[in-house]
Nanobody, 126 residues
Framework: QVQLVESGGGLVQTGGSLRLSCAAS????????MGWFRQAPGKERDFVAA????????DYADSVKGRFTISRDIAKNTVYLQMNSLKLEDTAVYYC???????????????????WGQGTQVTVSS
């Protein structure tokens, strides 16, 4: 059974930084794409960033490009989301997600991901 556990959320001022972690367990993730999504109150869950487990391919939503960086540590089975220059509109619950694929591509659709973490709250204040 795949388990994804997020951590690292919290309260930060605009312009600040946070690093989210997603610890994955339950199987080998060699052919998994790992993604981060976020959901603000009353809004749909949106794609933020994704990475292939090999690390060879990454993708970012336009709203976070240049500010957020996704990475993974294979030895620790952990995926990270480094968030810099945070804005008020980055406030949301952030979810880690995963799905298995041999395509080498990363997906942006919620429906593509089979496994989800419980989410971690990120609040950006002025």
């Amino acid at each position: 059974q795949v388990q994804l556990v997020e951590s690292g959320g919290g309260l930060v001022q605009t312009g600040g930084s946070l690093r989210l972690s997603c610890a994955a367990s339950g199987r080998s993730f060699s052919f998994y794409t790992m993604g981060w999504f976020r959901q603000a109150p009353g809004k749909e869950r949106d794609f933020v960033a994704a990475i292939t487990w090999s690390g060879g391919t990454t993708d970012y939503a336009d709203s976070v490009k240049g500010r957020f960086t996704i990475s993974r540590d294979i030895a620790k089975n952990t995926v990270y989301l480094q968030m810099n220059s945070l804005k008020l509109e980055d406030t949301a619950v952030y979810y880690c997600a995963a799905y298995r694929t041999l395509s080498g591509r990363v997906g942006r659709q919620v429906s593509q991901y089979d496994y989800w973490g419980q989410g971690t709250q990120v609040t950006v204040s002025s």
